[in-house]
């Protein structure tokens, strides 16, 4: 299997639920589960293959969780950034950085920075204030970055090319767009 370590981090922790009742584990649990059933794995090739075919030298993935798709850049060239808003033990995180801050918050990205974002930005759970936090996203991500791929709900996709000069559809739900 090609994501090995992370099934057996899923095993090691449905043992220890098994023993104890730990929401942590349980809640981790949930994230690689949606990994492997939700075929995120698929997604975020997709992204590392986008960004090493247009020369992106670093991916901020913006709603991270746990981070266990950064297993996907292991063997690559492309850098991965974690953002999450709530602080927990990041996978890989004696490989890769991870950033525990609420975004919208100032990022100062290179030309050669990819932002990314996969069922958070966009998304109805989390616009907490609906089109306000929206707008709030999409000023933030123009201003922060050049170029961004949303994997994205496709009713907001107007709404979202409003703050970028270019947007176009990588497949179904993903979405590029730049300034």
């Known amino acids: 299997?090609?994501?090995?370590?992370?099934?057996?981090?899923?095993?090691?922790?449905?043992?220890?639920?098994?023993?104890?009742d730990d929401t942590n584990a349980l809640m981790e649990m949930d994230c690689i589960d949606h990994f492997f059933e939700c075929e995120e794995y698929k997604t975020y090739g997709k992204i590392l293959r986008f960004a090493e075919n247009n020369g992106f030298k670093r991916v901020f993935d913006i709603g991270?969780?746990?981070?266990?798709?950064?297993?996907?850049?292991?063997?690559?060239?492309?850098?991965?950034?974690g953002i999450n808003e709530d602080k927990c033990d990041y996978w890989n995180k004696d490989?890769?950085?991870?950033?525990?801050?609420?975004?919208?918050?100032?990022?100062?990205?290179?030309?050669?920075?990819?932002?990314?974002?996969?069922?958070?930005l966009t998304w109805n759970c989390y616009l907490y204030?609906?089109?306000?936090?929206l707008k709030e996203q999409?000023?933030?991500?123009?201003?922060d970055f050049r170029s961004c791929l949303l994997y994205m709900q496709m009713n907001q996709l107007e709404?979202?090319?409003?703050?970028?000069?270019?947007?176009?559809?990588?497949?179904?739900?993903?979405?590029?767009?730049s300034n």
């Open 1 to 20: 299997m090609k994501y090995e370590k992370l099934s057996q981090r899923r095993d090691y922790l449905n043992k220890l639920t098994d023993e104890v």
């Open 64 to 81: 991270c969780a746990y981070g266990h798709q950064s297993e996907v850049f292991i063997n690559s060239k492309v850098v991965y950034i």
């Open 95 to 120: 490989r890769y950085k991870y950033i525990s801050k609420h975004y919208p918050f100032k990022i100062e990205a290179n030309t050669d920075d990819l932002a990314v974002s996969v069922l958070c």
């Open 129 to 133: 204030e609906k089109d306000k936090t």
């Open 138 to 143: 999409c000023e933030a991500l123009s201003r």
């Open 159 to 177: 709404f979202v090319k409003k703050y970028f000069n270019n947007c176009k559809i990588i497949d179904k739900n993903l979405v590029y767009f």
